[in-house]
Protein backbone atom coordinates (compact mmCIF):
# COMPACT_ATOMS: atom_id res chain seq x y z
CA UNK A 1 0.00 0.00 0.00
CA UNK A 2 1.05 3.02 -0.78
CA UNK A 3 2.06 5.36 2.17
CA UNK A 4 -1.00 8.20 0.94
CA UNK A 5 -3.40 5.12 0.83
CA UNK A 6 -1.73 4.57 4.25
CA UNK A 7 -1.90 8.13 5.36
CA UNK A 8 -5.43 8.48 4.20
CA UNK A 9 -6.51 5.57 5.77
CA UNK A 10 -4.97 6.28 8.88
CA UNK A 11 -5.95 9.62 9.13
CA UNK A 12 -9.74 8.90 9.11
CA UNK A 13 -10.13 10.39 13.07
CA UNK A 14 -8.85 13.63 11.84
CA UNK A 15 -10.39 13.76 8.24
CA UNK A 16 -14.01 12.45 8.95
CA UNK A 17 -14.30 15.07 11.60
CA UNK A 18 -13.79 17.81 8.83
CA UNK A 19 -14.70 16.04 6.54
CA UNK A 20 -18.28 15.18 8.22
CA UNK A 21 -18.31 18.14 8.88
CA UNK A 22 -18.18 20.08 5.80
CA UNK A 23 -20.82 17.86 4.38
CA UNK A 24 -22.81 19.30 7.29
CA UNK A 25 -22.35 22.85 6.84
CA UNK A 26 -23.23 21.83 3.08
CA UNK A 27 -26.09 20.03 3.87
CA UNK A 28 -27.67 22.99 6.51
CA UNK A 29 -28.85 25.17 3.69
CA UNK A 30 -27.26 23.89 0.64
CA UNK A 31 -29.71 24.58 -2.44
CA UNK A 32 -31.29 21.05 -3.52
CA UNK A 33 -29.60 19.20 -6.52
CA UNK A 34 -30.91 19.38 -9.44
CA UNK A 35 -33.61 16.47 -9.88
CA UNK A 36 -32.23 13.92 -12.67
CA UNK A 37 -34.08 14.49 -15.76
CA UNK A 38 -36.43 12.27 -16.91
CA UNK A 39 -35.65 8.65 -17.94
CA UNK A 40 -35.36 7.97 -20.72
CA UNK A 41 -38.18 6.47 -23.28
CA UNK A 42 -37.56 3.01 -24.79
CA UNK A 43 -36.60 -0.04 -23.85
CA UNK A 44 -32.74 0.26 -24.65
CA UNK A 45 -33.49 3.74 -22.88
CA UNK A 46 -34.55 2.19 -19.67
CA UNK A 47 -31.72 -0.61 -19.68
CA UNK A 48 -29.42 1.67 -19.81
CA UNK A 49 -31.28 4.47 -16.96
CA UNK A 50 -28.82 4.22 -14.29
CA UNK A 51 -25.67 4.65 -16.79
CA UNK A 52 -27.71 7.39 -18.75
CA UNK A 53 -29.24 9.12 -16.38
CA UNK A 54 -26.96 12.24 -14.94
CA UNK A 55 -25.02 11.52 -11.58
CA UNK A 56 -26.60 14.10 -8.83
CA UNK A 57 -25.32 17.22 -8.21
CA UNK A 58 -23.63 17.98 -5.29
CA UNK A 59 -25.20 19.98 -2.90
CA UNK A 60 -23.66 23.95 -2.97
CA UNK A 61 -23.78 26.69 -0.82
CA UNK A 62 -22.78 30.25 -1.67
CA UNK A 63 -20.06 31.02 0.72
CA UNK A 64 -20.80 33.93 2.90
CA UNK A 65 -19.17 34.84 6.39
CA UNK A 66 -21.38 32.87 8.30
CA UNK A 67 -20.02 29.29 5.93
CA UNK A 68 -16.58 30.92 6.61
CA UNK A 69 -17.46 30.69 10.71
CA UNK A 70 -18.42 27.05 10.33
CA UNK A 71 -15.12 26.35 8.83
CA UNK A 72 -13.24 28.20 11.19
CA UNK A 73 -14.75 26.15 13.87
CA UNK A 74 -14.23 22.87 12.15
CA UNK A 75 -10.74 23.45 11.77
CA UNK A 76 -10.22 24.45 15.29
CA UNK A 77 -11.59 21.56 16.53
CA UNK A 78 -9.16 19.83 14.68
CA UNK A 79 -6.83 21.01 16.58
CA UNK A 80 -5.82 23.49 14.07
CA UNK A 81 -5.51 26.51 16.55
CA UNK A 82 -6.95 29.61 16.48
CA UNK A 83 -4.15 31.78 14.56
CA UNK A 84 -3.84 29.40 11.87
CA UNK A 85 -7.84 28.58 11.21
CA UNK A 86 -8.50 32.01 10.24
CA UNK A 87 -5.72 32.17 8.20
CA UNK A 88 -6.88 29.30 6.25
CA UNK A 89 -10.54 30.20 6.16
CA UNK A 90 -9.40 34.00 4.89
CA UNK A 91 -6.87 32.41 2.36
CA UNK A 92 -9.84 30.46 1.18
CA UNK A 93 -12.35 32.97 1.03
CA UNK A 94 -9.90 35.37 -0.86
CA UNK A 95 -11.54 35.63 -4.85
CA UNK A 96 -14.31 32.95 -3.83
CA UNK A 97 -16.72 34.86 -1.97
CA UNK A 98 -20.55 34.59 -3.00
CA UNK A 99 -19.97 31.80 -4.77
CA UNK A 100 -21.61 28.55 -4.78
CA UNK A 101 -19.82 25.94 -3.93
CA UNK A 102 -19.44 21.87 -3.31
CA UNK A 103 -18.13 19.97 -0.39
CA UNK A 104 -15.67 18.31 -2.78
CA UNK A 105 -14.54 21.79 -4.51
CA UNK A 106 -14.28 23.14 -0.48
CA UNK A 107 -12.33 20.28 0.70
CA UNK A 108 -9.82 20.37 -2.48
CA UNK A 109 -9.57 24.68 -1.70
CA UNK A 110 -8.87 23.72 1.88
CA UNK A 111 -6.32 21.21 0.90
CA UNK A 112 -4.60 23.42 -1.55
CA UNK A 113 -4.75 26.26 1.59
CA UNK A 114 -3.41 24.17 3.86
CA UNK A 115 -0.66 22.71 1.33
CA UNK A 116 0.43 26.01 0.81
CA UNK A 117 1.27 26.41 4.73
CA UNK A 118 3.08 23.78 5.08
CA UNK A 119 4.83 23.23 1.83
CA UNK A 120 7.93 25.42 3.33
CA UNK A 121 8.65 23.59 6.12
CA UNK A 122 8.10 20.13 4.26
CA UNK A 123 11.94 19.12 4.46
CA UNK A 124 13.23 15.70 4.81
CA UNK A 125 15.98 14.46 7.51
CA UNK A 126 19.19 16.25 5.84
CA UNK A 127 21.71 14.16 5.01
CA UNK A 128 25.71 15.77 5.24
CA UNK A 129 28.73 13.56 3.99
CA UNK A 130 29.88 14.41 7.71
CA UNK A 131 30.40 10.99 9.30
CA UNK A 132 29.28 10.21 12.00
CA UNK A 133 25.87 12.74 11.07
CA UNK A 134 25.27 13.06 14.79
CA UNK A 135 21.31 13.09 15.33
CA UNK A 136 20.32 13.64 19.28
CA UNK A 137 16.55 12.63 19.82
CA UNK A 138 14.65 14.95 22.39
CA UNK A 139 11.07 14.79 23.52
CA UNK A 140 8.56 14.32 26.28
CA UNK A 141 8.33 10.11 27.76
CA UNK A 142 6.19 8.37 25.34
CA UNK A 143 5.66 10.90 22.61
CA UNK A 144 7.55 7.82 20.16
CA UNK A 145 11.29 8.77 20.34
CA UNK A 146 12.38 5.30 20.50
CA UNK A 147 9.85 3.29 18.40
CA UNK A 148 11.27 6.78 15.47
CA UNK A 149 14.83 6.03 16.34
CA UNK A 150 14.28 2.16 15.28
CA UNK A 151 12.07 3.27 12.04
CA UNK A 152 15.25 5.73 11.42
CA UNK A 153 17.48 3.50 12.13
CA UNK A 154 15.92 0.05 10.11
CA UNK A 155 15.54 2.62 7.25
CA UNK A 156 19.03 4.28 6.73
CA UNK A 157 20.35 0.56 7.65
CA UNK A 158 18.02 -0.55 3.77
CA UNK A 159 19.43 2.40 2.15
CA UNK A 160 23.08 1.21 2.91
CA UNK A 161 24.04 3.19 5.75
CA UNK A 162 25.46 2.31 8.79
CA UNK A 163 24.13 3.13 12.19
CA UNK A 164 24.81 3.14 15.62
CA UNK A 165 22.16 3.84 18.51
CA UNK A 166 23.05 5.17 21.78
CA UNK A 167 20.37 4.14 24.21
CA UNK A 168 20.67 7.70 26.01
CA UNK A 169 17.77 7.36 28.24
CA UNK A 170 19.37 5.55 31.12
CA UNK A 171 16.70 5.85 33.78
CA UNK A 172 14.14 3.58 31.52
CA UNK A 173 15.59 0.17 31.28
CA UNK A 174 12.31 -0.42 29.16
CA UNK A 175 13.33 2.04 26.75
CA UNK A 176 16.35 0.60 26.49
CA UNK A 177 15.22 -2.79 25.84
CA UNK A 178 13.09 -1.66 22.72
CA UNK A 179 16.06 -0.06 21.12
CA UNK A 180 17.72 -3.48 21.82
CA UNK A 181 14.87 -4.76 20.21
CA UNK A 182 14.98 -2.51 16.98
CA UNK A 183 18.59 -2.44 16.50
CA UNK A 184 18.74 -6.53 16.35
CA UNK A 185 15.69 -6.20 14.11
CA UNK A 186 17.39 -3.52 11.78
CA UNK A 187 21.04 -5.11 12.53
CA UNK A 188 22.70 -1.66 14.29
CA UNK A 189 24.84 -1.98 17.26
CA UNK A 190 22.95 -0.64 20.62
CA UNK A 191 24.81 1.03 22.86
CA UNK A 192 23.29 1.05 26.10
CA UNK A 193 24.95 1.58 29.99
CA UNK A 194 24.43 0.35 33.11
CA UNK A 195 20.59 2.00 34.44
CA UNK A 196 20.65 5.27 35.90
CA UNK A 197 24.24 6.25 34.50
CA UNK A 198 25.31 9.28 32.96
CA UNK A 199 24.07 9.76 29.86
CA UNK A 200 26.62 11.84 28.25
CA UNK A 201 29.16 9.30 29.13
CA UNK A 202 27.52 6.85 26.86
CA UNK A 203 27.15 9.76 24.37
CA UNK A 204 30.87 10.33 24.38
CA UNK A 205 31.24 6.35 24.35
CA UNK A 206 29.02 5.99 21.54
CA UNK A 207 30.47 8.67 19.45
CA UNK A 208 34.01 7.37 19.92
CA UNK A 209 32.65 3.67 18.52
CA UNK A 210 30.89 5.50 15.78
CA UNK A 211 34.38 7.80 15.05
CA UNK A 212 36.27 4.19 14.89
CA UNK A 213 33.74 2.13 12.69
CA UNK A 214 33.08 4.95 10.46
CA UNK A 215 29.78 5.17 10.60
CA UNK A 216 27.05 7.48 8.95
CA UNK A 217 25.18 7.99 11.62
CA UNK A 218 24.52 7.99 15.48
CA UNK A 219 21.35 8.66 16.83
CA UNK A 220 21.02 8.80 20.57
CA UNK A 221 18.10 8.58 22.30
CA UNK A 222 17.09 11.11 25.33
CA UNK A 223 15.13 11.01 28.27
CA UNK A 224 12.28 12.98 28.36
CA UNK A 225 11.08 13.10 31.73
CA UNK A 226 9.29 16.57 32.30
CA UNK A 227 9.14 16.64 36.39
CA UNK A 228 12.21 19.01 36.47
CA UNK A 229 12.87 21.02 32.94
CA UNK A 230 16.73 22.37 34.85
CA UNK A 231 17.57 18.55 35.39
CA UNK A 232 16.39 18.01 31.94
CA UNK A 233 18.48 20.86 30.38
CA UNK A 234 21.31 20.20 31.82
CA UNK A 235 21.44 16.60 31.08
CA UNK A 236 20.89 17.28 27.66
CA UNK A 237 23.33 20.07 27.65
CA UNK A 238 26.22 17.81 29.13
CA UNK A 239 25.62 15.61 26.25
CA UNK A 240 26.42 18.34 23.74
CA UNK A 241 29.14 19.54 25.83
CA UNK A 242 30.39 15.63 25.47
CA UNK A 243 30.28 15.12 21.86
CA UNK A 244 31.52 18.35 21.00
CA UNK A 245 34.90 17.39 22.30
CA UNK A 246 34.92 15.07 18.95
CA UNK A 247 33.37 17.01 16.78
CA UNK A 248 32.49 20.67 17.52
CA UNK A 249 29.71 20.68 15.16
CA UNK A 250 27.88 17.93 16.71
CA UNK A 251 24.82 17.35 17.21
CA UNK A 252 24.27 17.88 13.50
CA UNK A 253 20.10 17.55 13.95
CA UNK A 254 18.23 17.71 16.85
CA UNK A 255 15.15 15.84 16.12
CA UNK A 256 12.10 17.10 18.75
CA UNK A 257 9.66 13.87 18.79
CA UNK A 258 5.76 15.01 19.12
CA UNK A 259 3.04 13.03 19.60
CA UNK A 260 -0.23 13.95 17.26
CA UNK A 261 -2.71 12.85 20.31
CA UNK A 262 -1.47 15.63 22.77
CA UNK A 263 -3.23 18.39 20.19
CA UNK A 264 -2.33 21.69 21.07
CA UNK A 265 0.11 20.56 23.52
CA UNK A 266 2.35 19.94 21.16
CA UNK A 267 2.59 23.50 20.59
CA UNK A 268 3.96 24.00 23.95
CA UNK A 269 5.76 21.06 24.07
CA UNK A 270 8.13 22.82 21.01
CA UNK A 271 8.48 26.22 22.89
CA UNK A 272 9.56 23.94 25.65
CA UNK A 273 11.96 22.12 23.82
CA UNK A 274 13.31 25.10 21.96
CA UNK A 275 14.64 26.40 24.92
CA UNK A 276 16.00 23.11 26.11
CA UNK A 277 17.99 22.29 23.12
CA UNK A 278 18.71 23.65 19.88
CA UNK A 279 16.01 22.07 17.96
CA UNK A 280 16.65 21.59 14.09
CA UNK A 281 13.34 19.97 12.91
CA UNK A 282 10.18 17.86 14.14
CA UNK A 283 8.40 14.25 13.94
CA UNK A 284 4.81 13.85 14.51
CA UNK A 285 3.90 10.41 15.82
CA UNK A 286 0.31 8.85 16.25
CA UNK A 287 -1.31 10.47 13.53
CA UNK A 288 -3.27 7.47 13.06
CA UNK A 289 -4.63 7.75 16.84
CA UNK A 290 -6.35 11.19 16.47
CA UNK A 291 -9.02 13.56 15.50
CA UNK A 292 -6.65 16.27 16.43
CA UNK A 293 -4.02 16.02 12.91
CA UNK A 294 -4.33 19.50 12.19
CA UNK A 295 -2.04 20.41 14.87
CA UNK A 296 0.89 19.93 12.45
CA UNK A 297 -1.05 22.32 10.22
CA UNK A 298 -0.48 24.55 13.32
CA UNK A 299 3.08 23.88 14.05
CA UNK A 300 4.23 24.68 10.34
CA UNK A 301 2.09 27.76 10.64
CA UNK A 302 3.30 28.88 13.97
CA UNK A 303 7.30 28.11 14.62
CA UNK A 304 8.86 27.57 10.47
CA UNK A 305 10.80 24.27 11.84
CA UNK A 306 11.32 21.93 9.64
CA UNK A 307 8.69 18.30 9.53
CA UNK A 308 11.09 15.39 8.64
CA UNK A 309 8.81 13.00 8.87
CA UNK A 310 5.42 11.55 10.13
CA UNK A 311 4.50 8.62 11.81
CA UNK A 312 1.14 6.44 11.27
CA UNK A 313 1.65 3.28 13.03
CA UNK A 314 4.15 1.06 14.80
CA UNK A 315 5.81 -1.05 11.52
CA UNK A 316 9.34 0.26 10.26
CA UNK A 317 7.44 1.70 6.86
CA UNK A 318 4.83 3.57 9.05
CA UNK A 319 7.22 6.33 9.32
CA UNK A 320 8.05 8.04 6.59
CA UNK A 321 9.11 12.49 5.13
CA UNK A 322 6.47 14.63 5.31
CA UNK A 323 4.30 14.93 2.26
CA UNK A 324 2.13 18.35 2.40
CA UNK A 325 -0.02 17.95 -0.52
CA UNK A 326 -0.46 14.30 0.74
CA UNK A 327 -1.14 15.51 4.25
CA UNK A 328 -3.53 18.10 3.37
CA UNK A 329 -5.60 16.11 1.36
CA UNK A 330 -6.03 13.16 3.67
CA UNK A 331 -6.50 15.60 6.50
CA UNK A 332 -9.77 16.99 4.48
CA UNK A 333 -10.73 13.78 3.40
CA UNK A 334 -10.19 14.00 -0.52
N1 LIG B 1 -0.28 4.18 16.72
C1 LIG B 1 0.98 4.61 16.76
N2 LIG B 1 1.73 4.31 17.82
C2 LIG B 1 3.00 4.75 17.85
C3 LIG B 1 3.55 5.53 16.81
N3 LIG B 1 4.83 5.84 17.16
C4 LIG B 1 5.05 5.28 18.36
N4 LIG B 1 3.96 4.60 18.80
C5 LIG B 1 3.75 3.88 20.06
O1 LIG B 1 3.78 4.81 21.13
C6 LIG B 1 4.31 4.21 22.29
C7 LIG B 1 5.42 5.09 22.85
O2 LIG B 1 6.47 5.10 21.92
P1 LIG B 1 7.99 5.09 22.36
O3 LIG B 1 8.79 5.04 21.12
O4 LIG B 1 8.26 4.08 23.41
O5 LIG B 1 8.10 6.51 23.00
P2 LIG B 1 9.30 7.19 23.79
O6 LIG B 1 9.20 8.64 23.49
O7 LIG B 1 10.57 6.52 23.49
O8 LIG B 1 8.83 6.94 25.23
P3 LIG B 1 9.68 6.54 26.50
O9 LIG B 1 10.41 5.31 26.12
O10 LIG B 1 8.59 6.31 27.48
O11 LIG B 1 10.52 7.72 26.77
C8 LIG B 1 4.77 2.82 21.88
O12 LIG B 1 3.78 1.89 22.26
C9 LIG B 1 4.87 2.91 20.36
O13 LIG B 1 4.66 1.67 19.74
C10 LIG B 1 2.70 5.86 15.68
O14 LIG B 1 3.07 6.56 14.72
N5 LIG B 1 1.43 5.36 15.72
Not at 284 to 297: E, H, I, N, R, Y
Amino acid sequence: MSFFNKLRDRLTRSSSKLGEGLDAILDETAEAPAEPGPAPAGLLGRLFKSDAAPAPEAPRRVLDDAMLESLEELLIASDMGVDTALRVTANLAQGRMGRRMSAPEIKAALAAEIARIMEPVARPLPIYAKRPQVVLIVGVNGSGKTTTIGKLASQFRAAGKSVVIAAGDTFRAAAVEQLQVWGERAGVPVLTAPEGSDPASLAFDAMTRAQESGADLLMIDTAGRLQNRADLMEELSKIVRVIRKKDPEAPHNTLLVLDATTGQNALLQVEMFRKLADVSGLVMTKLDGTAKGGVLVALADRFGLPIHAIGVGEQIDDLQPFDPDEFARALVGL
